[in-house]
């Protein structure tokens, strides 16, 4: 429940790192993330110890690791550390995690390097004192493939998309995050939404009651419904009685058919802790059973909250800080028996959980696809960002932070995605204050969505040299417009994204350094699209640009380089063009003269006029034959080489630059 929830974890810059997982007996397995290609199989652990004891120690082993290392026996030591770090349990992560990263050392060595780095993640995510975290970010900077400063600003890209929109006629989605309305919504805090499976029933926690307590009132947490009819209109939230009390009742989750609700009650008479889970069936006269407590298998004596059912509802994913996790709080488990019965709680382990808070899991009502909000894992854009983790064969992937599209400066948590994988659903504050949580809905992007696993790679380099260009790489979905995140070219002039597969899509490369990039491709699995350009000289001429003699009309066949150079002023705004015209030196030089001014003229009023870039930007001037490339024109190709139009694209030097220092 929220009050609880921020009383037991605070807000913490993110300082770890996510980490893999592992398997029975060394087997090899197939694991899809969004840092390694998807047809990459490497080898992990097992951490056999995990729910089965607190921790694992044996002197008799310990005391052989520390004289093999003193021995510098490497390839010994190797074998003994994977075999007993294999056998950690929870408190090993925290207490001995200076073996984890001296078994990614000699996994370096005498292992796979994939495995190693798997391992370094371990350690990043884990770790409290006494590991060289630096060392590790130095030489393993492809540990943080989704590096937040990969992502182009968004402000900055939607000013981008502004300023082009004139000329260009395909225009990028963008989600609009919309408030769900006074209906739903109430002057008090609104959180913890929750659908069902046709998405037309939400059940969310609200603190609009208010308690007279002769002194004071008291803010009541209860739960609240409310249905979507045919045209799409929620109807005015109303409270479920049956489930509420004069306790604090939150963080509801509905099964797919709606039948079931699981929740939070907190510190109410009869439970184990601060918060436990309760349990309530939908009967057929559409009342609800009476709320029952889940027990002491699934409930403990701390804080239980943040509920989340599978499809068929057999499995239950709930966040608890009891004693014995990984960090401040975890995500647990627990599974339902043909009897009905629950088993005893597991920890999920040391992929999903870390050493900071891990809360908030959803499970999608279609795919295999566990989400969930961490402060506690490798990248992020604020303090809690909400993370994406698929189930394949029995085993969790690496998460996956859905993007800066959705994950903002500050928190998020408690939210929900429609079994159509189009809406967000999730609670927030236009201000600091959490007691002023409304739930609105936004368009579920590329990185959030369930589908999104094929991996699209590539790089621009310089065709001239082969060295790489730097910019910005954008990728819009032609067919279904989900919104990607754009993203930088990395320092190799490379890209990566996940996307949905079969799907038309438009791949747009820009930068200071050359002319714009469109393709348009269809993807039918991993792909790699590495592209070369020529850069931009500081002077330039276009084949296409010739004009018929003694005319200054443009051609249909000039646009397309027009253009070219058109979206480059309006994706660098902060540079200026200058267009010289020539002519031949045959016929009257005072005509010659006016004709390349006219040609001049021409093309910087389509650029001006048509494309709408402004004037000032824009210098046109006509030289006649006073410049010729060839002085004694003697053949025809000789004339052609002087009737030309040539493109200067400058950035204005500024004083300080002119200077060379900062004062």
């Known amino acids: 429940m929220r009050r609880n929830f921020h009383r037991h974890i605070g807000f913490f810059l993110v300082l770890l790192s996510l980490a893999t997982f592992a398997q029975k007996g060394r087997k090899e397995v197939q694991i899809v993330t969004d840092s390694i290609p998807t047809d990459v199989v490497f080898n992990a652990y097992e951490f056999k110890g995990i729910n089965k004891y607190p921790e694992y120690f044996n002197k008799q082993k310990l005391e052989r690791i520390i004289a093999l290392d003193k021995s510098e026996k490497w390839e010994e030591l190797y074998s003994a550390l994977k075999d007993y770090v294999g056998r950690f349990g929870i408190r090993n992560f925290y207490k001995d995690t200076k073996l984890i990263w001296r078994l990614a050392k000699m996994t370096e060595l005498f292992g796979d390097p994939e495995e190693a780095k798997t391992l370094y993640r371990m350690v990043l995510r884990h770790h409290y004192q006494g590991i060289s975290i630096k060392e590790i970010e130095l030489y393993y900077d492809s540990l943080n493939r989704q590096a937040a400063e990969q992502f182009v600003p968004i402000d900055y890209y939607y000013e981008l998309v502004e300023h082009r929109k004139l000329i260009d006629t395909l225009q990028p989605p963008r989600g609009?995050?919309?408030?769900?309305?006074?209906?739903?919504?109430?002057?008090?805090?609104?959180?913890g939404p929750s659908l069902n499976i046709h998405n037309d029933i939400l059940v969310f926690t609200s603190k609009r009651k208010q308690v007279?307590?002769?002194?004071?009132?008291?803010?009541?947490?209860?739960?609240?419904?409310?249905?979507?009819?045919?045209?799409?209109?929620?109807?005015?939230?109303?409270?479920?009685?049956?489930?509420?009390?004069?306790?604090?009742?939150?963080?509801?989750?509905?099964?797919?058919?709606?039948k079931t609700l699981v929740f939070s009650r907190c510190?109410?008479?009869?439970?184990?802790?601060?918060?436990?889970?309760?349990?309530?069936?939908l009967q057929e006269d559409s009342t609800w059973t009476r709320p029952e407590n889940l027990g002491v298998s699934v409930n403990s004596l701390a804080w239980d909250s943040h509920p989340a059912l599978t499809h068929v509802g057999d499995t239950l994913f709930f966040s608890s800080d009891r004693l014995g996790g990984f960090g401040l709080a975890d995500i647990y488990y627990?599974?339902?028996?043909?009897?009905?019965?629950?088993?005893?709680?597991?920890?999920?382990?040391?992929?999903?959980?870390?050493r900071q808070n891990d809360v908030s899991p959803f499970y999608h009502p279609v795919y295999e696809v566990l989400y969930f909000s961490s402060n506690g894992q490798l990248y992020?854009?604020?303090?809690?960002?909400?993370?994406?983790?698929?189930?394949?064969?029995?085993?969790?992937?690496?998460?996956?932070?859905?993007?800066?599209?959705v994950n903002g400066r500050g928190s998020e948590f408690y939210f929900t995605i429609d079994s159509e994988s189009e809406l967000?659903?999730?609670?927030?504050?236009?201000?600091?204050?959490?007691?002023?949580?409304?739930?609105?809905?936004f368009p579920l992007p590329m990185e959030a969505q369930p589908e999104a696993t094929t991996t699209v790679t590539g790089n621009l380099t310089d065709s001239l040299t082969g060295a790489a260009f730097?910019?910005?790489?954008?990728?819009?979905?032609?067919?279904?417009?989900?919104?990607?995140?754009?993203?930088?070219?990395?320092?190799?002039?490379?890209?990566?994204f996940e996307l949905i597969n079969q799907r038309n899509y438009l791949l747009i490369l820009q930068g200071d350094d050359f002319f714009r990039i469109e393709e348009v491709f269809y993807l039918d699995g991993p792909m790699e699209l590495n592209k070369v350009t020529e850069p931009i000289a500081s002077k330039m001429k276009f084949e296409s640009i010739e004009f018929d003699v003694g005319k200054a009309e443009l051609k249909a066949e000039m646009y397309a380089d027009l253009n070219k150079v058109v979206n480059f002023l309006y994706d660098n705004i902060d540079f200026k063009l200058k267009i010289s015209g020539h002519t031949d030196s045959v016929g009257d030089p005072e005509k010659n003269l006016q004709l390349s001014q006219e040609r001049a003229e021409n093309i910087r009023d389509y650029i001006v006029v048509f494309a709408g870039i402004f004037e000032g930007r824009i210098e046109a001037t006509g030289y006649g034959d006073q410049q010729p490339i060839v002085e004694e024109e003697v053949t025809e190709e000789d004339k052609k080489l002087n009737r030309r139009v040539e493109f200067e694209i400058y950035r204005e030097v500024s004083p300080v630059e002119e200077n060379g220092n900062d004062f």
């Open 334 to 354: 627990t599974t339902r028996d043909e009897k009905g019965r629950w088993s005893a709680a597991l920890n999920m382990g040391p992929v999903v959980n870390t």
């Open 380 to 405: 992020n854009f604020g303090e809690f960002d909400i993370y994406k983790a698929y189930h394949s064969n029995g085993y969790w992937t690496e998460p996956q932070n859905i993007g800066p599209l």
């Open 267 to 281: 510190e109410s008479p009869g439970s184990y802790g601060d918060c436990d889970l309760f349990i309530a069936t």
């Open 424 to 441: 967000l659903f999730y609670a927030r504050s236009s201000t600091r204050d959490l007691n002023k949580q409304d739930i609105y809905s």
């Open 176 to 191: 609009v995050l919309l408030n769900m309305g006074m209906l739903v919504n109430s002057a008090s805090a609104d959180y």
């Open 212 to 258: 007279d307590e002769t002194i004071r009132f008291r803010e009541d947490e209860d739960l609240f419904f409310s249905r979507k009819d045919p045209y799409g209109t929620w109807s005015k939230a109303k409270p479920i009685d049956k489930l509420n009390s004069h306790y604090n009742e939150g963080s509801p989750c509905l099964s797919g058919d709606g």
């Open 470 to 496: 730097q910019g910005i790489v954008s990728i819009i979905d032609l067919d279904k417009g989900h919104e990607v995140a754009p993203k930088f070219l990395k320092q190799d002039g490379s890209f990566e």
